[in-house]
């Protein structure tokens, strides 16, 4: 049994590694389509997360095969859907941008929830949603907000707003799951994922051409550490200090991301620091209400990247 205090050690690097995600898919998608990104990315997971589902849950495989309608579902929106999106808009915004968009997904689980699964919604959880919205609306238009039903948004931003909406239906869809171990459901959903994927993959030509030793990096570790790595830190840790107290730390997907751009040269305006802290700010109190939907979009996914 692991105690309490040392989760930091598994939550820390779960959310580092899923930042790595925006920052390493920045720099794939310059030789990679959206579309070779995801089927490589989930192909090299899906190698890794049968077994590790064997070994750490020794799930009863018939069981869990008999939710394929509801893993089918996940599978189009969560690992299909969600991630093609994602490296799209990377395609056309910054990571930064990604990963502050992507911040408000805990807000839009309360809302969704309340809405499809009439969960109240309380006076805390509706000033963080409305603090959110606004920290995510100032980043989008560049601090401009009296332009906000004028202005030509960027279309990276505009594909994370979509991405994370199928994000948030396939969490809540996730959650009739709850007697299929977590990492077993994500093995198949994954598996679905990449037949989905395969004959548009086949379709585009697959990668025909020679990809640079960096893009080949990014890709292994898209697979192995996002994919594979954070989702087991995750479950270790939801299990010691639950989700609700977990999800707070998912915060920190974009101070890394922040962090990493930095160290790679990259620049971060004052709006992006100014509409992330309002960000945080509201999903900081959604998080801590006691009758909000936890975060709990990584219970369920090895993806988000995050």
């Known amino acids: ?85 994602l490296y799209e808009a990377l395609r056309f915004t910054t990571s930064m941008n990604a990963a502050l968009v992507n911040a408000m997904n805990p807000a839009l689980l309360v809302l969704f929830s309340s809405l499809l699964l009439k969960e109240r919604i309380s006076l805390r959880v509706g000033l963080g949603l409305f603090i959110s919205l606004m920290g995510v609306l100032l980043v989008l238009t560049k601090g401009q907000l009296q332009q906000v039903f004028h202005i030509n948004y960027n279309q990276g931003d505009l594909f994370m707003l979509v991405a994370i909406l199928i994000w948030t239906f396939y969490s809540i869809i996730g959650r009739k799951l709850k007697n299929v171990p977590p990492i077993s459901a994500t093995a198949i959903s994954v598996l679905f994922g990449i037949l989905i994927l395969l004959p548009f993959f086949l379709l585009s030509g697959g990668i025909h051409d020679p990809i640079s030793k960096q893009a080949t990096i990014g890709i292994l ?70 009758g909000a939907v936890p975060v709990t979009t990584r219970t369920n996914t090895a993806s988000k990247n995050s």
């Open 1 to 85: 049994m692991i105690k309490k205090h040392y989760v930091l050690l598994f939550l820390i690097p779960a959310n580092l590694f899923w930042a790595g995600n925006y920052v390493f898919g920045k720099y794939v998608v310059t030789e990679l389509s959206p579309l070779q990104i995801s089927f490589s990315r989930w192909l090299i997971a899906v190698f890794l997360l049968f077994p590790i589902a064997h070994w750490i849950e020794r799930p009863n495989w018939k069981k869990v095969w008999k939710e394929w309608k509801i893993l089918l579902l996940m599978a189009l929106l969560g690992i299909a859907g969600y991630n093609f999106l």
């Open 221 to 290: 570790y898209m697979g192995i550490l996002p994919s594979v790595g954070s989702f087991i830190f995750w479950n270790i840790s939801i299990r010691q200090i639950g989700p609700s107290r977990a999800g707070v730390y998912l915060n920190l997907i974009t101070v890394f991301t922040a962090i990493l751009s930095l160290l790679l040269g990259n620049t971060i305006t004052y709006v992006q620091i100014i509409g992330g802290i309002l960000v945080f700010i509201g999903v900081y109190l959604t998080s801590q209400s006691t």
